[in-house]
């Protein structure tokens, strides 16, 4: 079976159509107290990375210190990696695992008694690719109440996730998912729907 070939964009210097990769750096995409707060959360960081795993609440502090929205008995894990927290919203009783990482460069919702596990990545963040200078956006992530985005996963920038909803393990989803529907795969596309058992029959009632 003969293979399509897409036509290769020119790229070469003083091509008006050409990635201006000088002019993307050149630009200014932080005001200038986004910047400095970016420089003291980087100061602040091992702070929080280099306490002892149990400390969950003096990290909820730390977070809150820079204006993240931290609601009651959430658990960020100590190697969790938050971008710019003063984006972050995070619910009561809700967990950030290890080595996840929460890219807000824009704004990033997470609801109550929501997990988000190991390695899971939210992005807020991306590039007009259709741009020469390839400017930054930031559209906004947010993950409904009860929701748990797996291991590995990636949700990408301006995706919502609903209610109830289950990102499967190394997922990857650049669409919104439904609420309480569960989804796998790359490009994310549902599998099932999550039911929640009674209370009565020993799981965790709705």
Same mark, same amino acid.
């Given at each position: 079976m003969a293979r399509h070939r897409w036509p290769r964009p020119r790229v070469c210097r003083g091509d008006p159509?050409?990635?201006d990769i000088d002019a993307n750096r050149?630009?200014?995409k932080y005001a200038f107290r986004e910047q400095v707060w970016r420089v003291l959360w980087a100061l602040a960081v091992p702070l929080f990375r280099c306490s002892p795993r149990p400390f969950?609440? =003096?990290r909820? =502090? $730390?977070l809150r210190l820079f204006g993240a929205r931290v609601g009651r008995r959430v658990n960020l894990y100590p190697s969790a990696r938050f971008v710019m927290p003063w984006h972050v919203a995070i619910g009561d009783w809700s967990a950030v695992g290890e080595d996840a990482l929460v890219y807000a460069l824009g704004p990033v919702t997470i609801g109550s008694r929501v997990t988000i596990s190991q390695r899971a990545h939210l992005c807020a963040g991306t590039h007009d690719y259709t741009d020469p200078t390839?400017? $930054?956006l930031k559209p906004p992530i947010v993950i409904g109440d009860q929701a748990w985005v797996c291991a590995d996963a990636f949700v990408g920038p301006g995706v919502t996730v609903g209610d109830g909803a289950v990102v499967a393990a190394r997922a990857v989803v650049v669409r919104d998912v439904e609420p309480w529907t569960v989804v796998a795969g790359n490009p994310a596309r549902v599998v099932k729907y999550r039911a929640l058992k009674s209370a009565g029959a020993g799981g965790v009632g709705s």
């Amino acid at each position: 079976m003969a293979r399509h070939r897409w036509p290769r964009p020119r790229v070469c210097r003083g091509d008006p159509v050409s990635v201006d990769i000088d002019a993307n750096r050149e630009a200014t995409k932080y005001a200038f107290r986004e910047q400095v707060w970016r420089v003291l959360w980087a100061l602040a960081v091992p702070l929080f990375r280099c306490s002892p795993r149990p400390f969950f609440g =003096w990290r909820r =502090w $730390l977070l809150r210190l820079f204006g993240a929205r931290v609601g009651r008995r959430v658990n960020l894990y100590p190697s969790a990696r938050f971008v710019m927290p003063w984006h972050v919203a995070i619910g009561d009783w809700s967990a950030v695992g290890e080595d996840a990482l929460v890219y807000a460069l824009g704004p990033v919702t997470i609801g109550s008694r929501v997990t988000i596990s190991q390695r899971a990545h939210l992005c807020a963040g991306t590039h007009d690719y259709t741009d020469p200078t390839m400017p $930054l956006l930031k559209p906004p992530i947010v993950i409904g109440d009860q929701a748990w985005v797996c291991a590995d996963a990636f949700v990408g920038p301006g995706v919502t996730v609903g209610d109830g909803a289950v990102v499967a393990a190394r997922a990857v989803v650049v669409r919104d998912v439904e609420p309480w529907t569960v989804v796998a795969g790359n490009p994310a596309r549902v599998v099932k729907y999550r039911a929640l058992k009674s209370a009565g029959a020993g799981g965790v009632g709705s």
